[in-house]
């Protein structure tokens, strides 16, 4: 099958399970549960531009629809297209529970990949009735809030970050380990998440801020010690294990005992369960 027919299928797929709008790394996530093996460039390509019904002619007359920043729908070229569907946000309250287990992506990235867990909580916030805002691309960094939601009148704003891999993930060091200690790289993602937290904070002072991080030893933490302070200032810490459980780092009253930041191990079975 081609890339064209692998997400369309996927895009098919989806409309079954009652998801008629969808995030970008919904319907990549669908078409690889779907056997497909073209690289996530690829699929993220074809959705964004070269099957946007909406900018174009498409081959086929079936292509897909930006409904709103991030988010699309299966549309043809013949369908009436009304005011609704054009500005409806995408609503995920399906009572269907969906598979959050994230594997490594085709692309060679793990399921520490801030990707992955960026796309493990979009599947577990719809699960759990939120409605979805906005979802930033990480494949090319996009600025801003990673998770926009809202739920019965609360806004949710999250910033996600994944664990730097050991290896060179592309590049003329591809699949070369790196020279320097990823656990050190870690610690400065979990410090700049901290800022992020604080000024979305600041700008948005009714709103529930959280900031999620894969399950790893150097990031529980650090969460953990950080768990209090961050509390009183209204920010949330959420761990993604390998699994896709979602959990909340819970704090302690009592300051905690400072302690040395283990770096995870890297051999087959280093990632840990939730913290609950």
Known sequence: ????????????????????????????????????????????????????IDKKNVVGGVGFYQVSRGFYRLASSDETLSTENLTRPVLSTSVQVIDERVPASKDGHEWFWEGNVQATLVRHLANDGWRIR?????????????????????????????????TYIKGPNEGQKKGFGVGAQARTYFGNAVLTGLLMRSDNSEARVVLVFPDLETFRTLARR???????????????????????VEFSQEVPTATDVVEPSRSSGAVLGSTT
């Not at 997400?7 to 549960?33: C, P, T, W, Y």
């Open 134 to 166: 906005r979802v930033a691309d990480t494949h090319s960094r996009e600025h801003g809030v990673d998770i926009e939601a809202d739920r019965i009148g609360v806004s949710l704003l999250v910033e996600v970050k994944g664990y730097p891999s050991a």
């Open 226 to 248: 950080s768990a209090l302070p961050l509390h009183r200032a209204a920010i949330e810490i959420w761990l993604v294990d390998e699994s896709g459980q979602v959990a909340p």
């Open 1 to 52: 099958m081609s890339a064209r027919e692998d997400l369309i299928a996927a895009a098919r797929s989806l409309l079954d399970q009652g998801r008629d709008r969808f995030a970008l790394v919904e319907v990549i996530n669908e078409a690889r549960k779907l056997g497909s093996t073209y690289p996530d460039v690829t699929l993220r390509s074809m959705v964004s531009h070269h099957l946007r």
